[in-house]
């Protein structure tokens, strides 16, 4: 055998070397055929539908206006709630219904387990938004552990709690905690650092001359939870807040929020969550899922995960948000069957950088339509610029669009943004459908991208055949 035919054997067999381990790598991947996709995705949701239930409220029913409370719109009416729900936990639970009227609260409402406060139409909750009223509980501020104000309504580690009807929470806030963010810079880079440093959480204080606003509403800590059919108005901050809870059902509720920061609903560290029916008008996003930030994110070590969102209208900043303070992970996220009730900035949008670590999979659009967006569809390791010298790189990988629409997307329609060190992995995008778009696709630092059906402008359409007006002879 000579030396050519010798050298030609040895490189056949490095070539068939490396396509098996290509093949046996691809075969590692998650499924990628398309039915195989959704059949994963409906099992996925059904298993996670059957882990849901809400809240179970005693049948004892305490009428509000039997412990002194007035609904003129005058009367401090917190003692005479106070005095319900002791007389409600005394009984083992039960349902505290308000009636028609408006009812001042001149500080926070703390929830206790078994309980179900139902706003009669016409039932206003009116938050008196004076500082010194909210005392420092246990919270937590943009992805770090902390003590702040307490949430005008608050619960801690507690079980079976709800608030229900078709009444409406107003957070007053106009005039306080939504002129803070100016003034809240120093404090949260304080708060940051301790962060950062593993300072212990309960020498992380922080309230007056602070600025943190405190949240509408934060259930922390807390299992078989139903927020259903009410209006929420003129947040501090976050409009609803689930930190690490377990079993949740946010239905039919109504938002008119457009102060500083009102989030629609911002489940952190939680699992088991069902979102449906909600009319969005917000002034921030309409549902952010976290899983805290950076070291505390990774400390904890709780995931936001198996999420289902369904039949949601959207309108606000961002319509479903992923991030950034995700350092804890994000996955088994399903949302179908949503739209547009106005204007929305983005779509899906998925945003980490390398300051915050942490995982994004398991991902599952179907179904979606909206406007005019300035971008449909956006997932960044980039997130504001920042962290780029940092190596706390987050892995993306699974997401699965299949039916996503917008007439128009004035910036960009498509874009994926991994890093060179961490590719954004495994993503199909079927039935993609936008009217005009500045940029169709823009992906960078991927891997295993599949796109099936794709219209990015109008359709092609039949290609013309060659005639006079080629002028091909002439060129």
């Known amino acids: 055998m000579n030396l050519i ?46 882990n849901i239930h809400g809240a179970k409220i005693s049948e004892h029913e305490f009428d509000i206006l039997n ?17 319900a729900i002791a007389k409600a936990e005394k009984a083992g639970g039960g349902r505290i219904t308000v009636p028609a009227g408006t009812y001042c609260l001149r500080g926070p409402l703390t929830l206790v387990s078994n309980l179900c406060i139902d706003l009669a139409e016409g039932a ?38 709800a608030i229900t009807g078709k009444g409406l929470i107003d957070g007053n806030a106009m ?7 100016k003034d809240q810079k120093p404090a949260q880079s304080r708060s940051r650092d301790m962060n950062h440093n593993n300072i212990p959480v309960s020498e992380r204080r922080f309230g007056q001359g ?29 409009c609803i807040h689930l930190l690490q809870c377990e079993d949740a059902v946010c239905r039919s509720l109504r938002y008119d929020a457009k102060l500083v920061n009102n ?8 699992r088991n969550l069902l979102i449906e029916d909600i009319y969005f008008d917000n002034g921030d996003d309409n549902i952010a899922i976290k899983s805290g930030r950076d070291n505390d994110g990774w400390t904890t070590g709780i995931p936001c995960e198996n999420i289902v969102i ?21 996955r088994n996220v399903i949302i179908e069957d949503c739209d547009y009730a106005g204007y929305c900035k983005r779509g899906l949008y998925v945003k980490t950088n390398p300051d915050r670590g942490g995982f994004v999979n398991g991902i599952y659009l179907n179904n979606c339509k909206f406007g005019e967006v300035e971008d449909l569809f956006y997932v960044t390791s980039q997130y504001a610029g920042e962290g780029l010298t940092s190596t706390n790189y987050s892995d993306i990988s699974d997401i699965h669009i299949n039916g996503l629409s917008c007439t128009k997307a004035s910036a960009a329609a498509l874009v994926l943004q991994g890093t060179r060190q961490r590719p954004i992995r495994n993503v199909s995008l079927n039935n993609i459908t936008v009217g005009e778009a500045r940029t169709g696709i823009s992906f960078s630092n991927t891997s295993d991208v599949r796109i099936g059906e794709c219209h990015i402008g109008p359709s092609a359409g039949v290609p013309t055949q060659v005639s006079a007006k080629d002028k091909i002879f002439e060129r």
């Open 175 to 181: 005039t306080t905690f939504a002129t803070w963010r």
């Open 124 to 161: 206003v909750l009116r938050f008196d938004p004076s500082p010194e009223l909210y005392p420092i509980v246990n919270t937590s501020w943009e992805g770090t552990y902390l003590y702040n104000y307490s949430p005008m309504i608050y619960g801690y580690g507690l079980h079976d709690v």
């Open 67 to 83: 412990f002194g409370a007035k609904g003129d719109g005058v009367k401090d009416c917190l003692p005479a709630f106070r005095k």
């Open 263 to 270: 989030d629609g609903i911002d489940p952190e560290s939680s």
């Open 5 to 50: 035919n010798l050298k030609t054997i040895i490189g056949s067999i490095a070539l068939l070397a490396a396509l098996t381990a290509q093949a046996n790598l691809t075969n590692d991947l998650p499924p990628s055929n398309a039915d195989t996709v959704e059949q994963h995705r409906v099992g996925l949701r059904d298993s996670i539908l059957a």
């Open 310 to 330: 369904r039949n949601c209208h959207f309108k606000g900043l961002h319509a479903v948000v992923i991030g950034s303070e995700m350092s804890g992970g994000v």
């Open 210 to 238: 602070d600025w943190l606003r405190p949240h509408l509403i934060q259930l922390y800590r807390c299992t078989g939870v139903t927020l259903e059919g009410v209006k929420i108005i003129n947040s501090p901050f976050w």
